[in-house]
C-alpha cells in the first residue's frame, strides 16, 4: 500500500473523544489567525460536542443542516467529530471565508 494511502486510513479512522482533541484537529485545518474565531463560534454553536442536535435539527461540532438526508447520513455525520469539523471547515470558508467573518456574521445575526 502506497504511503500516502495508510496516512489517509489513518485520518479516516481517528477517534477523537475530548474537545482538546477535536480543537487540535481543527488547529490543523485553520490559520493561526483563525483558530480562536474557531474556537469560540463553535463552543456557542455546540460546545464543541459532536453529539449535539438543536431545536431546528442541526447536528455536530459545526451545527449542520441535514434535511434533505437519510437517517443513515446523518448517523454517520454524527458518529464522525473528523468529519464534522472537515465540513465546518469547508463549510466556513466556501460561505465566509475565514471563521473569523462567520464569527462577525453569528455576534450580529446569532446563527451563521
Known amino acids: ?3 500516502h494511502s495508510v496516512l489517509a486510513v489513518l485520518i479516516l479512522t481517528m477517534t477523537f473523544n475530548t474537545t482538546v482533541e477535536y480543537q487540535n484537529y481543527a488547529r490543523k485545518l ?3 489567525k483563525e483558530f ?5 463560534l463553535w463552543r456557542k454553536e455546540s460546545n464543541w460536542r459532536p453529539e449535539a442536535k438543536s431545536p431546528t435539527n442541526d447536528y455536530g461540532i ?4 441535514m434535511p434533505n438526508h437519510t437517517r443513515a447520513e446523518i448517523k ?7 468529519k464534522q469539523i472537515e465540513w ?3 463549510y466556513i470558508r466556501h460561505r465566509y ?3 473569523c467573518r462567520a464569527l462577525a456574521h ?7
Open 88 to 90: 465546518g471547515v469547508g
Open 30 to 32: 485553520v490559520s493561526y
Open 76 to 82: 454517520a455525520f454524527r458518529s464522525s467529530p473528523a
Open 1 to 3: 500500500m502506497p504511503k
Open 36 to 40: 480562536p474565531c474557531l474556537v469560540e
Open 106 to 112: 453569528h455576534k450580529q445575526k446569532n446563527w451563521y
Open 62 to 65: 459545526p451545527q449542520r443542516n
Open 97 to 99: 471565508g475565514t471563521a
